[in-house]
């Protein structure tokens, strides 16, 4: 079935540091790829996604390469700030199932 | 588009009452999901629909818990008896295509004491 495996947290970063978290997946077929992030009591929000191979999602200064050689979907941010700080989720969704999560990376930015 | 709406937003209640969560989709969205997230388990999919129709309620902890989708519109889940093992933050996303990732709600924080 499918899988994802995320980077365990908490992920602690100083304000204006490179961020990557790691994403790798396990599916049949042709995944659709995406991030979503959840600040602290809301819902989870789409931050990208990627629908095909070496597509890459954007927003919001994050980037994210659908690599199907190496099966991964890892997230990054050039200079992350404050307000970055959040519960990120990678996940992905085959054919009509739902979308299968990753179990969350939580980063905490300082200033 | 007011997005997908969920009521309550917090709910407190006592051990072995019924408890109804509600969800509206945003329209034209074909799909249903509703979620539960804790700390222990992170976020599970209890039951989807596709155009009103259960597809997978295999996630669903118990008989307690029952979702309906009277309408292409809305949707509940209710637990009966509730149970204190039973707090936790519960979400529902609609979706319009398998391409799409989900539209999530705001969550409904239930707290059983």
């Known amino acids: 079935g499918n899988s994802v495996t995320q980077m365990e947290g908490p992920v602690t970063l100083s304000e204006e540091a490179f961020l990557t978290i790691n994403c790798t997946y396990t599916?049949?077929?042709?995944?659709?790829l995406f991030w979503y992030v959840q600040y602290p009591g809301e819902g989870l929000q789409l931050l990208l996604k990627?629908?095909?191979?070496?597509d890459k999602g954007s927003n919001k200064g994050f980037e994210a390469t659908y690599r199907k050689e190496t099966t991964s979907f890892h997230l990054e941010k050039g200079s992350v700030q404050v307000s970055d700080s959040a519960v990120y989720f990678c996940?992905?969704?085959?054919?009509?199932?739902?979308?299968?999560f990753g179990k969350g990376t939580h980063l905490i930015i300082q200033p | 588009d007011a997005g997908v709406i969920q009521s309550p937003r917090h709910e407190v209640t006592e051990m072995g009452q019924e408890v109804t969560l509600r969800c509206k989709l945003i329209?034209?969205?074909?799909?249903l999901f509703w979620y539960r997230q804790t700390m222990m388990r992170g976020l599970e999919l209890l039951i989807y629909?596709?155009?009103?129709?259960?597809?997978?309620d295999s996630g669903m902890p118990e008989d307690r818990f029952s979702a309906k989708m009277p309408n292409a519109s809305f949707s509940t889940l209710k637990i009966q008896p509730s149970e204190p093992r039973d707090s936790a933050v519960y979400f529902c996303?609609?979706?319009?295509?398998?391409?799409?990732?989900?539209?999530f709600g705001s969550g409904t924080r239930l707290t059983v004491v």
């Open positions: 599916a049949t077929g042709y995944p659709s």
């Open positions: 996303a609609s979706s319009l295509s398998y391409l799409d990732g989900y539209t």
């Open positions: 629909f596709n155009n009103n129709v259960p597809i997978d």
């Open positions: 990627a629908t095909k191979a070496d």
């Open positions: 996940a992905l969704r085959g054919g009509a199932d739902g979308l299968t």
């Open positions: 329209s034209g969205h074909n799909s």
